[in-house]
């Protein structure tokens, strides 16, 4: 009878399950939960392009490369080939270097409708790199005859005007700055300085 006994809590036991851990269960709910929530996140950013390359800020990308002794402000636009433009160092913030070119030969136009000749020789100036003054180089007689032709329409009642020269400075570099655009795609000459000025 004690033999029969224990084969009937033997048969119980057998046919019971115990019951899983509270805890355990828990733990994998959390878990799984987890994986779930970082899955559609990083699926998230994935999709949105948080992890495509950024697109370089070209002149944070200069200023970096001229930091680490690379072409910088004075290489090619990544962009569009255009030139940089030159920085020089300063502590308090960032500065253009300004550079200057003298064309050589002075210009030498009648004005008009008067009998008077004007002479002049000129300076130009930007902050680009050297690619500008070599495109001016390069278009150095299309650039004078540009020149000259802007300087033929000054009338003699125009020189006493107080900003003439200034006026006259800025139509010659208008005019420059078309005509690098239309051959080079690009003019880059900030402004533009009478070095000798006669009127005679």
Same mark, same amino acid.
């Given at each position: 009878?004690?033999?029969? =006994?224990?084969?009937?809590? !033997?048969?119980? @036991?057998?046919?019971? +399950? &115990?019951? *899983?851990?509270?805890?355990? /269960?828990?733990?994998?709910?959390?878990?799984?939960?987890?994986?779930?929530?970082?899955?559609?996140?990083?699926?998230?950013?994935?999709?949105?392009?948080?992890?495509?390359?950024?697109?370089?800020?070209?002149?944070?990308?200069?200023?970096?490369?001229?930091?680490?002794?690379?072409?910088? =402000?004075?290489?090619?636009? !990544?962009?569009? @080939?255009?030139?940089? +433009? &030159?920085? *020089?160092?300063?502590?308090? /913030?960032?500065?253009?270097?300004?550079?200057?070119?003298?064309?050589?030969?002075?210009?030498?136009?009648?004005?008009?409708?008067?009998?008077?000749?004007?002479?002049?020789?000129?300076?130009?100036?930007?902050?680009?790199?050297?690619?500008?003054?070599?495109?001016?180089?390069?278009?150095?007689?299309?650039?004078?005859?540009?020149?000259?032709?802007?300087?033929?329409?000054?009338?003699?009642?125009?020189?006493?005007?107080?900003?003439?020269?200034?006026?006259?400075?800025?139509?010659?570099?208008?005019?420059?700055?078309?005509?690098?655009?239309?051959?080079?795609?690009?003019?880059?000459?900030?402004?533009?300085?009478?070095?000798?000025?006669?009127?005679?």
């Amino acid at each position: 009878m004690a033999e029969a =006994a224990v084969e009937e809590v !033997a048969e119980e @036991g057998a046919g019971e +399950k &115990k019951p *899983k851990n509270p805890i355990v /269960l828990i733990i994998v709910g959390v878990v799984g939960l987890l994986v779930i929530l970082a899955s559609t996140v990083v699926g998230t950013l994935f999709l949105t392009g948080f992890f495509n390359p950024k697109p370089v800020d070209p002149e944070h990308a200069e200023a970096a490369a001229d930091a680490h002794g690379g072409k910088g =402000a004075g290489g090619k636009d !990544a962009k569009d @080939g255009k030139p940089g +433009k &030159k920085t *020089k160092e300063s502590p308090e /913030l960032q500065r253009f270097e300004y550079t200057y070119l003298q064309i050589e030969r002075e210009f030498l136009v009648n004005l008009s409708g008067s009998k008077k000749v004007m002479s002049v020789q000129l300076a130009v100036m930007t902050h680009y790199d050297e690619r500008v003054f070599e495109n001016v180089k390069k278009h150095e007689f299309a650039l004078r005859s540009v020149i000259m032709d802007v300087m033929r329409q000054t009338q003699e009642a125009d020189l006493v005007k107080p900003d003439f020269r200034k006026e006259l400075g800025a139509k010659i570099r208008d005019a420059i700055n078309t005509l690098l655009e239309k051959y080079e795609d690009f003019g880059g000459i900030e402004d533009v300085y009478f070095t000798n000025f006669i009127v005679q």
